[in-house]
Structure formats: structure tokens, C-alpha cells
């Protein structure tokens, strides 16, 4: 994000942007190398989710405005020093997530924001998982949606207040080349928790840790990779963290 797209912080348009998944109009707002500090369902106190730069920071706001949800702002407070408001979220299931935001201004940008998230406890069984535990049965030979992109496709499953997803990637799919144009950025900023189930598939880290990961192995990546299939047999993995907007055109 260049300086000639940046946009003074204003809490009212933040807001307005917040309600209406907006992230265009939320990331202009933020620094160029603004951080953003996550606790929520999965990432604990102890071991926060931290988002550096605009790259990361607009991946996580597509995801976020990407998802059927609404989002309500309550109470607000701002000075020239920082802003401050929770909000209310809830999923087409029922699933509420309360989350509190805490922002810190310089020239006017967002250079540093902190968001503690708390989701439907209540509801989510004696062992404490944070999952919801109605009964569900779904099956991707008919998944609630298919996106298709060069070289492969993404089937995608809602099921337990969460999104997971089936990608299919064909002899010569490579993420920087069929799905970087769909995606804007420079390279995959959509963390994944994923379980490989054919094909061979190399990955590489954008601090140039490479792994190949086959059928059978499970990977945890964080934002900034590449991929590409290995060889003749195509890649079949789950990904049970990062489907919500995997190569979702907007």
C-alpha cells in the first residue's frame, strides 16, 4: 500500500467500513508496516496470531469481510493518539463472536492494533473446544461452493461455524502463477492447517524454507508462501484454516 493510497484515520468512515466488509476502505487507513496482534478460537494469549505490513494486513481483512457474517460496531472512544471499540459479529448459524479492538495512531494512520476475540463458549460442549457440537453431516461430492482458477479448483464446506476446504491442484498448478493474480498479492498470505491426501506439493516459505509434502503429512504454514505441484499426479489436500477466501474473486 503506497502513501499516495493511504487515508487519514477517521472512526466514523472506519466504522461504517467495519459494518459493511469494506476492507479497501479499512486498509487505507492502516501504515505501510502497521501491526495487527490476533487472539481468537485459535491462537492463544500466550502464542498471538502477529500480522506485519500491508500484505498480511489485507489478507486477514479480506478474509474477515469474505465471510457471510454480520458485524455490528457497539461502543466507540478516539483521540489523536488511538481508538478503541467492540464489536459484534455473528455467522448464518447463530455462532456470536464478540471482539474487542484497540487502536494506535501516528500521523494520522494505524500503526499498531490489538483484537481479542470471544466466541460462543456457551454452546460449545463440556470439553471446552470452542467448537459448536450439533449434529452435522456434509460431504464434498456436493459442497455449498466450487471456485475455479487455473490449473485446479477449491471446494468449500461450511460445517461447525467454520469453512473447510478441498483443493484440487493439476500437473503445473503454481500458486504465483494461477492464483497470485486472483489473490493481489505478492505471495499467498492465507495461513493454512492442511492434511495431504495425493499428489506431491513443494513450498516455499518467503524466508526460502522449502518442504515437500506428500500424501499423508499434515501442514501448518503461515502467511507468505508459494506452492507448486510436483510431478504428474495432481494434489488433493484439506485445509481446515485459510478456505474462507482461498482464490475468491471479488
Known sequence: MSSQTATRFDLARFR??????????????????????LVDRITTPGSPRTLRGAEEIRAWLQDVCGREMTHRVGHCVADEHGAAFTEACQYPDGTNVMCATVLSLSDGLIVDQKVLQAWDEAEAGSDGSGLRHETEHKSFRD??????????????????????GRMTFRKGWRWSNDVKPIAGTESCQAPHFQ????????IRMDDGTEVIARPGDIT???????????????????????????????
Do not use: C
Not at 461452493?145 to 460445517?159: C, K, V
Open 220 to 250: 501448518s504454514l503461515p502467511s507468505g508462501h508459494d506452492a507448486w505441484v510436483v510431478g504428474e499426479d495432481p494434489v488433493v489436500v484439506v485445509d481446515w484454516y485459510g478456505a474462507s477466501t482461498y482464490a475468491k474473486r471479488r
Open 195 to 202: 492434511y495431504h491426501v495425493s499428489g506431491e506439493l513443494a
Open 16 to 37: 461504517q467500513a467495519v459494518e459493511e466488509r469494506d476492507s479497501q476502505s479499512q486498509l487505507a487507513m492502516y501504515a505501510p508496516d502497521a501491526t495487527v496482534t
Open 143 to 164: 459442497p455449498d461452493e466450487t471456485r475455479e482458477f487455473p490449473n485446479g479448483q477449491a471446494e468449500i464446506l461450511s460445517i461447525g461455524g467454520a469453512e473447510v
